[in-house]
């Protein structure tokens, strides 16, 4: 399978929502292709494509797995993307290297918003698409009623080439409409059929369906075009090179029916594909930049090879594991290549293709397939490696912002080294992943796309770092700020034995611009302060602000004037003036109407219109403002401001109203002030935390 030509290679992701039956379809393709026996299933962590731990634990995909199979003469390289958008990172990661996508759809369930973000991403990665309506084998589905959905989301051009005869339990007629055949399915689950002639009113519906079939391929091609004006008809190979043509032009998106987990429609399916889907030669140039920074591109037929990292993970007994795309050239064990992105050279190690868990070794790949290999030294996602003789940059995945945030909290103290390690680590394998040591709130913040996303983090730390954490709530940054002016004169006086400290100071102080944080400021006139001391008393005051006055939490948007003073000849130093500026200051804020301000973030929440009024009322629950309601594509976009203290959790609230069919995404917007009744809360806490930590060190 290896020695084959970059044309009769089909690279795809395999996407769509949660719980559309993606797995269970590559199950089926591989029990087609005689590469297994029976087909494994999700609740007995049996499929070849669900293989890692926390895909067994969860009982969802976690990982885009790549799997590898023969079909008439092609070899599939196939991408099993996961439908949470917890893990969008890996479907990303393979559209980047796939040459067209198959979205599946759950025909019990319909189209969620994954459907709709999977055709998104695919078109920002400029692929062609082929849909599979699957799970035609349950009660009480309606084959038409989802096709016309789709037809809504995506475009009339949307186009079923298989039709299913006996959707429901017991599913095993297909309707074939490039063939013109009524395709009978064996029990079993091997995808073995038998075909016959469609006749009747079949006959006469798959007569005017292929007549709409060669109008959209003749569209596709004016050439074509005129030749079927003229004949009214077009010839066998012409309809076919027309067909592929339309695909990749995207003027046409085949649909198939399909039941995944009994192995219907999925061997017609695979057909298709092998003869009409995207191969590396339709998508033949790949951008790239040079050594210059100039913009430019890679051909397939280039010798010197140019390959892109898509995906690391660390397997057990194997180490890191680098996944990646050949788009030019061929590899071999032991070749010399540059990893451009970070000028350092990489030496391969054993090149293998991939089948779930299993890892075939392989002496040389070529352009166009996808294969892996061990042991990279400083090469991480996203990563070209290249010939040094020819240095090329290729375009990263850009991947979405965070949108939920947790805290890690250590079990053993000690282990701060393995965590640090282990979270460098899994960043490097999902670069939406993010953390951070937060100086401000004391913790260590993981950030990602959603809480089964933290959680599966959690458990990797301690499966393969030995580093066990509890996620907790993050504390929230509030900030401590004044509503009205204040004045302080304080005068600092400490007689010792030896030397005294004497430094008194008058501070004015009043509320500054929103975002401003603290601006200190001097007005003094006359010699009763040394300038000197300036600084002194700024950093006395800065002090403060570090600390907190009511609550323990930075002060912000402060305007701090240092207008007059005593000093005493001897007894004035440094350390006397700084403690003054720390009192007055304190005295100061105090009689200027404190108040607190907390972070408010900007929500948007992407749901079916059905769910709208729920997400609302929910959203209003929490002391959200609703700024407005807009369409996104085929769903309703709710835009909310939020404080963060009430989005804890959120994601998991989201996907229980909107029956998992909603995402949300959120950004910090602004600090606003805190309600008086929440704001009493916080300083009666904060004085109780203080006190606590006051005993315990007593």
């Given at each position: 399978?290896?020695?084959?030509?970059?044309?009769?290679?089909?690279?795809?992701?395999?996407?769509?929502?949660?719980?559309?039956g993606?797995?269970?379809?590559?199950?089926a393709?591989?029990?087609?292709?005689?590469?297994?026996?029976?087909?494994?299933?999700?609740?007995?962590?049996?499929?070849?494509?669900?293989?890692?731990?926390?895909?067994?634990?969860?009982?969802?995909s976690?990982?885009?797995?790549?799997?590898?199979?023969?079909?008439?003469?092609?070899?599939?390289?196939?991408?099993?993307?996961?439908?949470?958008?917890?893990?969008?990172?890996?479907?990303?990661?393979?559209?980047?290297?796939?040459?067209?996508?198959?979205?599946?759809?759950?025909?019990?369930?319909?189209?969620?918003?994954?459907?709709?973000?999977?055709?998104?991403?695919?078109?920002?990665?400029?692929?062609?698409?082929?849909?599979?309506?699957?799970?035609?084998?349950?009660?009480?589905?309606?084959?038409?009623?989802?096709?016309?959905?789709?037809?809504?989301?995506?475009?009339?051009?949307?186009?079923?080439?298989?039709?299913?005869?006996?959707?429901?339990?017991g599913f095993s007629?297909v309707?074939?409409?490039?063939?013109?055949?009524?395709?009978t399915?064996?029990?079993?689950?091997?995808?073995?059929?038998?075909?016959?002639?469609?006749?009747?009113?079949?006959?006469?519906?798959?007569?005017?369906?292929?007549?709409?079939?060669i109008?959209?391929?003749?569209?596709?091609?004016?050439?074509?075009?005129?030749?079927?004006?003229?004949?009214?008809?077009?010839?066998?190979?012409?309809?076919?090179?027309?067909?592929?043509?339309?695909?990749?032009?995207?003027?046409?998106?085949?649909?198939f029916?399909?039941?995944?987990?009994?192995?219907?429609?999925?061997?017609?399916l695979?057909?298709?594909?092998?003869?009409?889907?995207?191969?590396?030669?339709?998508?033949?140039?790949?951008?790239a930049?040079?050594?210059?920074?100039?913009?430019?591109?890679?051909?397939?037929?280039?010798?010197?090879?140019?390959?892109?990292?898509?995906?690391?993970?660390?397997?057990?007994?194997?180490?890191?594991?680098?996944?990646?795309?050949?788009?030019?050239?061929?590899?071999?064990?032991?070749?010399?290549?540059?990893?451009?992105a970070?000028?350092?050279?990489?030496?391969?190690?054993?090149?293998?293709?991939?089948?779930?868990?299993?890892?075939?070794p392989?002496?040389?790949l070529?352009?166009?397939?996808l294969?892996?290999?061990?042991?990279?030294?400083?090469?991480h996602?996203?990563?070209?490696?290249?010939?040094?003789?020819?240095?090329v940059?290729?375009?990263?995945?850009?991947?979405?912002?965070?949108?939920?945030?947790?805290?890690?909290r250590?079990?053993?103290?000690?282990?701060?080294?393995?965590?640090?390690?282990?979270?460098?680590?899994?960043?490097?394998?999902?670069?939406t992943?993010?953390?951070?040591?937060?100086?401000?709130?004391?913790?260590?913040?993981?950030?990602?796309?959603?809480?089964?996303q933290?959680?599966?983090?959690?458990?990797?730390?301690?499966?393969?770092?030995?580093?066990?954490?509890?996620?907790?709530?993050?504390r929230?940054?509030?900030?401590?700020?004044?509503?009205?002016?204040?004045?302080?004169?304080?005068?600092?006086?400490?007689?010792?034995?030896?030397?005294?400290?004497?430094?008194?100071?008058?501070?004015r102080?009043e509320?500054?611009?929103?975002?401003?944080?603290?601006?200190?400021?001097?007005?003094?006139?006359?010699?009763?302060?040394?300038?000197?001391?300036?600084p002194?008393?700024?950093?006395?005051?800065?002090?403060?602000?570090?600390?907190?006055?009511?609550?323990?939490y930075h002060?912000?948007?402060?305007?701090?004037?240092f207008?007059?003073?005593?000093?005493?000849?001897?007894?004035?130093?440094?350390?006397?003036?700084?403690?003054?500026?720390?009192?007055?200051?304190?005295?100061?804020?105090?009689?200027?109407?404190?108040?607190?301000?907390?972070?408010?973030?900007?929500?948007?929440?992407?749901v079916?219109?059905?769910?709208?009024?729920?997400?609302?009322?929910?959203?209003?629950?929490?002391r959200?403002?609703?700024?407005?309601?807009?369409?996104?594509g085929?769903?309703?976009?709710?835009?909310?401001?939020?404080?963060?203290?009430?989005?804890?959790?959120?994601?998991?609230?989201?996907?229980?109203?909107?029956?998992?069919?909603?995402?949300?995404?959120?950004t910090?917007?602004?600090?606003a002030?805190?309600?008086?009744?929440?704001?009493?809360?916080?300083?009666?806490?904060?004085?109780?935390?203080?006190?606590?930590?006051?005993?315990?060190?007593?």
């Amino acid at each position: 399978m290896n020695d084959i030509a970059s044309s009769d290679l089909r690279n795809f992701s395999i996407l769509g929502h949660a719980s559309a039956g993606k797995t269970i379809l590559c199950e089926a393709m591989l029990a087609c292709a005689g590469d297994i026996g029976r087909m494994g299933s999700i609740a007995a962590g049996t499929t070849v494509s669900d293989y890692h731990a926390s895909e067994h634990q969860h009982q969802i995909s976690v990982h885009a797995s790549l799997l590898h199979l023969g079909w008439m003469g092609r070899k599939f390289n196939l991408l099993d993307c996961p439908g949470y958008a917890d893990f969008i990172s890996e479907g990303l990661g393979a559209l980047r290297v796939g040459d067209f996508a198959l979205i599946v759809i759950n025909a019990a369930h319909g189209l969620g918003v994954g459907t709709d973000a999977s055709w998104d991403y695919a078109s920002h990665f400029g692929l062609p698409k082929m849909l599979v309506i699957n799970a035609l084998d349950k009660p009480n589905v309606s084959f038409d009623s989802v096709l016309e959905d789709a037809r809504t989301h995506f475009g009339k051009n949307v186009f079923p080439l298989s039709i299913p005869l006996d959707a429901g339990p017991g599913f095993s007629r297909v309707l074939d409409v490039m063939r013109n055949e009524v395709l009978t399915y064996k029990p079993g689950g091997n995808g073995k059929y038998t075909e016959a002639p469609a006749t009747g009113e079949l006959a006469e519906r798959v007569q005017e369906l292929h007549k709409q079939l060669i109008e959209y391929v003749a569209e596709s091609d004016d050439s074509l075009m005129e030749k079927f004006f003229e004949q009214g008809i077009l010839a066998e190979e012409e309809f076919r090179a027309g067909l592929h043509q339309a695909i990749q032009r995207q003027v046409f998106v085949p649909l198939f029916a399909v039941s995944a987990e009994t192995n219907v429609g999925v061997a017609r399916l695979m057909d298709f594909i092998a003869k009409y889907g995207s191969a590396p030669t339709d998508r033949a140039e790949v951008a790239a930049r040079d050594a210059s920074g100039i913009s430019g591109s890679v051909p397939l037929t280039q010798p010197e090879p140019v390959m892109y990292v898509f995906k690391t993970m660390n397997e057990p007994g194997v180490g890191e594991l680098s996944l990646f795309r050949l788009f030019a050239g061929s590899v071999h064990p032991g070749d010399e290549l540059l990893n451009s992105a970070r000028n350092i050279s990489e030496r391969l190690g054993q090149l293998y293709v991939l089948k779930g868990g299993t890892r075939t070794p392989v002496t040389e790949l070529k352009a166009g397939d996808l294969g892996a290999v061990v042991k990279l030294r400083d090469t991480h996602t996203g990563d070209t490696l290249c010939s040094p003789k020819r240095p090329v940059v290729l375009r990263k995945v850009e991947y979405p912002a965070p949108n939920i945030h947790g805290a890690l909290r250590l079990r053993s103290k000690g282990d701060e080294d393995k965590l640090a390690v282990g979270l460098a680590t899994l960043h490097q394998e999902d670069p939406t992943f993010h953390y951070r040591v937060d100086d401000e709130i004391h913790q260590t913040i993981v950030s990602g796309q959603g809480e089964i996303q933290l959680q599966v983090i959690v458990e990797r730390l301690l499966r393969r770092f030995n580093v066990a954490v509890e996620l907790e709530e993050p504390r929230i940054a509030y900030r401590e700020t004044i509503r009205g002016k204040g004045e302080s004169r304080y005068r600092h006086k400490k007689q010792t034995g030896g030397a005294g400290q004497f430094a008194e100071v008058w501070l004015r102080i009043e509320p500054g611009p929103r975002d401003s944080g603290v601006n200190f400021t001097q007005s003094l006139v006359g010699t009763n302060v040394d300038r000197v001391f300036v600084p002194s008393v700024e950093k006395g005051v800065k002090s403060v602000c570090r600390e907190g006055v009511m609550a323990g939490y930075h002060v912000t948007d402060v305007k701090i004037d240092f207008y007059d003073g005593k000093m005493h000849p001897v007894d004035s130093k440094d350390i006397a003036f700084q403690v003054a500026g720390y009192h007055a200051f304190k005295e100061a804020f105090l009689t200027a109407l404190p108040c607190l301000l907390e972070p408010i973030y900007t929500v948007t929440v992407t749901v079916p219109e059905e769910y709208v009024g729920a997400v609302m009322g929910d959203l209003s629950s929490r002391r959200g403002h609703i700024l407005g309601v807009d369409v996104d594509g085929h769903f309703q976009a709710v835009r909310a401001q939020v404080p963060q203290k009430e989005l804890y959790h959120y994601s998991t609230t989201l996907r229980s109203i909107s029956s998992g069919k909603g995402r949300h995404a959120e950004t910090f917007s602004h600090y606003a002030e805190v309600p008086p009744d929440q704001a009493v809360k916080l300083v009666t806490e904060a004085k109780a935390r203080k006190e606590a930590e006051a005993n315990g060190k007593h």
